[in-house]
């Protein structure tokens, strides 16, 4: 068995020193580098380090009883009914849109708006609504409206008789075709041949095929079933829409509650804790992929496989497959670690389920490095929906006359650009630790010392995310 | 308890694998681009390592200021149960009147015609 006190801090303190060996002339590059900052990245994330553990000594003192963990929710206002079947028809709406643009608009990305549409008004722009104003992707969804109204057609075609799914969804099986989807888009995204990603027909045929899968999904295990657990953005959204102070009841009731208490009842089933940690290693691995370290060393690893006999472009994808994979496994390495860490403190949990009761103090996390790394797309590349809704086809054609609108470049400057990212991180983090801190009352209850202790871990895990996010971000096109 | 060598030895046993990972992770990122903003991962870095080495900065601190707190603030409610109650006992016939007079209104001939 190793010894800890022999072998680890020799080991850590090798890497602590080799870090304070690297030169401290610090140059922000990339995004941040037109930025002209004041000080060196790096004394960013030193702050932020700072700011964390003065949040950590506040919430450890200050706040003493559990405020997080029933949602305090008051009831707003009733949605009618007609409302939520207009988010129907709109979600199909612009759901055939993508379909019918991609197959028959110009094969040009930029010009087409299935690819806009895809990449940033649904990937990036609807988990910042979902964290605004709750879960409405559930309203929207294309997939499920058309699996409602088929089996309403269905009922009405047999005379009121509903029948029941074919099959149970199994209790296995949790998240993790949710998961597959997610590293399934991502890997669309961020491996998948440039040239073929960016193709609109590539978008609307790889859209259509996963409107059919949730289709016979939804047809065997259950419209509700399989929508709630296995529909990858379905769960990726309502994850987020947790974070949100509204949320919906029944019969389209909406509730204003006391903010990130959403996600003191996640429940977890089998698959969440990777799916969230998917959420931040994808993300993670986009800015890594951009940065000097991988585009200096890809190169050769690609070589390994093509040495290995694959094609120029199959090597390049299993080598971005490859960082992808570890990026998603570093991330599981380090909240792993962190749970380890609370658990060494009080063996009153198992890890196992320490890993699902602080799993919603990622989601935060998930939402900040998505917020961070993706800010000025979605600034910048979402004013296309501008000139796109006028010619959705890239054809030249001008339906409400603002085809001539062009994307401000202006609209924020490169350094307000960095203290949104740097101010995002910093709170989800902050609201991660917050999370962490409020279930530590809870399950340490009478345990004031494993309380306090099992957060030193939690705190540790949140300034490594931050920390692993600012380098990242500061380390984009080095 | 927790600071047992016992207890240290699960945590390293069951962490070995996410440390190597971490180690190999943080150390190929110093090994193959020595890029001056690897310094932004030094805090992550500084906290693992005296967390590893068993020792909770301040805890000490945190938990005396918290029980302190909680003392203080229990203290005048502790008082307060020290001292003889008073009993105050008041006739109370304005509320036996409203009571009757909201379960069974008076007499309209009660009021005086306007």
Redesign the interface.
Known sequence: ?????RV??P???G??G???L??????A?GIVGKADLPI???L???A??IVLVVSF?AL??LW?TPQLQEPHSRRLLELPQPVEWLASVIGIGLFALVLYSGFAGAQVGTVNFSVTFVYVVFWVGLPVVSVLVGDVFGAFSPWRSCARALRWLLRLLRGGRSSGPALRYPAWLGNWPAVAGIIGFAWLELVYELSLRDRPSTVAALSLAYFLLMLAGMALFGIEEWDEQADGFRVYFKLLSKLAPISRGEHGALYLRRPLSGLANLETPPGTVVLICTLIGTTTFDGFSNG??WR??EPSVQSVFSDLGFRATAAGELTYSLGLVLCI??IL??Y??GV??V?????RYD?GELTRTFAHTLVPIAFAYVLAHYFSLLLWQSQAMGYLISDPLGNGSNLFGTAGYEIDYHIISYAAIWYVQVAALLAGHVAGLMLAHDRALVLYKGD???A??SQ??M??VM??F???G??LL??VG? | MSGSPRAITTLIGHSRLPLALLAIAVGLLLTVGLDPNVLCLVPALALALVLLTRRYPGERMLIEVRTRSCRHRARPSSDRAARPRVLVILARGGKLIASSLAVRPPPPAAHPAR
């Open positions: 068995m190793i010894n800890a006190r680890l801090p080991l850590l303190g890497l602590f080799a870090a304070l690297t030169p401290t002339d610090a140059q590059h060196p990245v790096w960013f994330s030193w932020a380090a000594v450890s003192t003493r000097g370290i200096n060393n496994l570093l390495a380090v792993r670690a380890l860490g658990h060494s403190v009080s063996a890890p004031l010392q494993a306090v202790r030193y871990w705190l540790a300034v490594a931050t920390s692993f600012l380098w500061s380390s080095t």
